[in-house]
């Protein structure tokens, strides 16, 4: 197989079709529900926190809660009391059972529930999948994270609605520089190699350094595309706000490492400074109107059309650049 990663692809337009590129539908389905973009922020606690949460499900678009220091009970109560979907994570210690257990005796069910933990394929991940879908049968399951066809094939198989892919190629993971593994630096390809067995939706994890690398997620087989660094560093993100010679930044760090454990202790993630972007509103614009212009660059009208372009790969091994299907 051919391995590259966003930076070495390049998507060739197709005879547009539209007058406008505001008349192309950026909108994606997952679950029963349509949201304005193929995008959620990374379920981090420097990304996103309850506030955020509640804008994004009221203006249409999905969200994934983190796990850490949150009553995800409570969250999902105060959500959907407003009106609004409830989209929590979980991981598979006895904590989260106990989780579990708490909804069912409420008689309450979060629309999405993410089994968020850095290698999903696992037969921990398989038994979580297994308790939510007899104890919460109506929650929508996305389960990960994995790298590989075979995990992709074993989670949709234990029970999953969508499986997460990416280990390890975050702008403030660390995984391939601690344990080898991962695909940091392929993410790409990897998402292509496992976007080729899966019958489910995949939301790709991480890699994503621009609003380009939206639409090449989407061509390579992505339904959603989860991003950390692009939405972190805005005047609402929860992380702490830091001042260097004269600059304003927030703190983004990855949920592995030891700022958000409290503890060194196989660690795999790390800390950065984001400049700070203004308001995250303004960015979501900004990234609704890309993707519009990728659809009428891939000659389409919906989301999906981007699926048709071809590609090239561009330098390296692939001197000459060579036309792909």
């Known amino acids: 197989m051919e391995i590259f990663d966003y930076d070495n692809i390049l998507l060739l337009p197709r005879k547009c079709r539209v007058e406008s590129r505001s008349e192309c539908d950026a909108s994606v389905v997952l679950g029963n529900r349509t949201f304005r973009l193929p995008v959620v922020p990374a379920n981090m606690k420097t990304v996103l926190d309850e506030k955020i949460c ?107 609605d969508a499986t997460k892919v990416g280990v390890g190629p975050g702008k403030v993971c660390i995984t391939k520089l601690k344990t080898g593994f991962g695909t940091g630096g392929w993410q790409l390809s990897a998402l292509k190699w496992c976007a080729r067995v899966a019958t489910k939706p995949i939301i790709a994890d991480g890699g994503i350094r621009s609003h380009g690398d939206i639409a090449k997620s ?37 949920s592995a490492s030891d700022f958000n454990k409290g503890e060194y202790k196989h660690v795999e993630g790390k800390r950065i400074l984001e400049p700070i972007k203004g308001k995250l509103q303004d960015t979501l614009i900004e990234m609704e109107q890309d993707v519009q212009s990728s659809i009428s660059y891939a000659g389409g009208k919906q989301l999906m059309d981007i699926r048709k372009v071809n590609y090239v790969i561009l330098g390296g091994d692939n001197a000459g650049e060579h036309l792909l299907m």
């Open 218 to 254: 989407i061509r390579f087989g992505a339904t959603m595309v989860m991003i950390g660094s692009l939405f972190a560093g805005h005047e609402e993100s929860p992380g702490k706000t830091v001042e260097l010679d004269g600059e304003l930044f927030k703190e983004y760090y990855g």
């Open 54 to 160: 509640k804008f994004l499900a009221q203006h249409g678009y999905f969200y994934v809660m983190h796990r850490f220091d949150i009553d995800n009970l409570a969250f999902t109560k105060a959500m959907q009391s407003q009106g609004l979907f409830a989209s929590i994570s979980l991981g598979v210690k006895q904590a989260d059972y106990e989780v579990v257990d708490r909804f069912v005796a409420d008689d309450i069910c979060p629309e999405y529930i993410t089994i968020d933990i850095a290698h999903g394929h696992a037969d921990s991940v398989k038994n979580m999948i297994g308790y939510l879908k007899e104890k919460l049968p109506e929650a929508f399951v996305i389960a990960g994270n994995v790298a590989t066809p075979e995990a992709v094939i074993d989670l949709e198989n234990w029970g999953a």
